[in-house]
């Protein structure tokens, strides 16, 4: 099940890297055609769809590698046991509202799909297809986050803490500022 899940969460930021390439890729056919004097009608609309892909596909890939925000000024000082219990009820908190952002987006998605609403810009298509990186990423962040509450349920560590020690291990403080 591990390798499934992490397959799933890197696949899914991989993805998230392939369409902030093609909102580069787009950005630049669009200057060009604009130089050349050609229409570039429905980019923007594609660059807006990738931007919400590359971020909401982004989610959980993001958390487990640890490149989320979080405030550890508090939970750090606190002796190993109680830290436990605070990455419990942090996490319980955290699938809590995941898991009703998730629960909502595919409802929304869901209604988008049922009433047939298209796109109102050059591109017409079924908002569900743009819309459907929202309920992947949302889908698999509370995935990401139960995954991480149940392992620290386990008395594991959880891995965005792992991450986090393998990069200060190495000397990089990059992340944390």
């Given at each position: 099940?591990?390798?499934a899940?992490?397959?799933?969460?890197?696949?899914?930021?991989?993805?998230?890297?392939?369409?902030?390439?093609?909102i580069?890729?787009l950005?630049?056919?669009?200057?060009?055609?604009?130089?050349t004097?050609?229409?570039?009608?429905?980019?923007?609309?594609l660059?807006?769809?990738?931007?919400?892909?590359?971020?909401?596909l982004?989610?959980a890939?993001t958390?487990r590698?640890?490149?989320?925000?979080?405030?550890?000024?508090g939970?750090?000082?606190?002796?190993?046991?109680?830290?436990?219990?605070?990455?419990?009820?942090?996490?319980?908190i955290?699938s809590?509202?995941?898991?009703?952002?998730a629960?909502?987006?595919?409802?929304?998605?869901?209604e988008?799909?049922?009433?047939?609403?298209?796109s109102?810009?050059?591109l017409?298509?079924?908002?569900?297809i743009?819309?459907?990186?929202?309920?992947?990423?949302?889908t698999?962040?509370?995935?990401?986050?139960?995954?991480?509450?149940?392992?620290v349920?386990?008395?594991?560590?959880?891995?965005?803490?792992?991450?986090?020690?393998?990069?200060?291990a190495?000397?990089?403080?990059?992340?944390?500022?």
């Amino acid at each position: 099940m591990r390798k499934a899940l992490d397959f799933l969460y890197d696949a899914a930021g991989y993805l998230a890297a392939f369409f902030v390439l093609g909102i580069f890729v787009l950005m630049i056919a669009q200057t060009v055609l604009r130089e050349t004097g050609m229409k570039s009608g429905g980019m923007d609309d594609l660059v807006a769809w990738f931007c919400a892909a590359s971020a909401f596909l982004a989610f959980a890939h993001t958390f487990r590698y640890g490149d989320f925000v979080r405030v550890t000024l508090g939970i750090d000082k606190l002796p190993a046991r109680a830290r436990h219990w605070q990455e419990v009820a942090s996490l319980a908190i955290a699938s809590a509202f995941t898991g009703y952002l998730a629960f909502w987006a595919v409802k929304y998605v869901y209604e988008s799909w049922k009433y047939h609403e298209m796109s109102t810009g050059l591109l017409v298509v079924p908002m569900w297809i743009p819309q459907m990186s929202f309920v992947v990423g949302a889908t698999l962040l509370f995935v990401a986050v139960l995954d991480q509450l149940i392992v620290v349920l386990r008395g594991g560590k959880p891995i965005y803490v792992v991450k986090m020690e393998e990069r200060h291990a190495r000397g990089d403080y990059s992340e944390d500022m």
